[in-house]
Nanobody
Framework: QLQLVESGGGLVQPGGSLRLSCAASGFTLDYYAIGWFRQAPGKEREGLSCISSSGGSTNYADSVKGRFTISRDNAKNTVYLQMNSLKPDDTAVYYC??????????????????WGQGTQVTVSS
């Protein structure tokens, strides 16, 4: 069964950090660009960051640039999202998704074949 599984979410105070993981099973991530998205209640799913299949190219939405860092370890078939300086507005369900492309091609949902089930991140004091 082909799937992505996110982990690492939780409750954190403003200014804190979390590292999310996205692990693949049933297929190798070597040939996929990976994106991280989030969706807050009542809002559309928002693309945050993307990393190319080799890890050599990354990009970030303005809302997280300078605070979030995406990385990958293809040997572990896992992609990470390090989130620092978290704010209450970062509260959402976070998803990873795989696009069958060596390079990031944007955050349109139709580009991504596989999605994880999401992990909740809550930033609150």
């Amino acid at each position: 069964q082909l799937q992505l599984v996110e982990s690492g979410g939780g409750l954190v105070q403003p200014g804190g950090s979390l590292r999310l993981s996205c692990a693949a099973s049933g297929f190798t991530l070597d040939y996929y660009a990976i994106g991280w998205f989030r969706q807050a209640p009542g809002k559309e799913r928002e693309g945050l960051s993307c990393i190319s299949s080799s890890g050599g190219s990354t990009n970030y939405a303005d809302s997280v640039k300078g605070r979030f860092t995406i990385s990958r370890d293809n040997a572990k078939n896992t992609v990470y999202l390090q989130m620092n300086s978290l704010k209450p507005d970062d509260t959402a369900v976070y998803y990873c998704a795989a696009a069958p492309s060596y390079y990031c091609t944007g955050y349109a949902l139709r580009f991504y074949n596989y999605w994880g089930q999401g992990t909740q991140v809550t930033v609150s004091s």
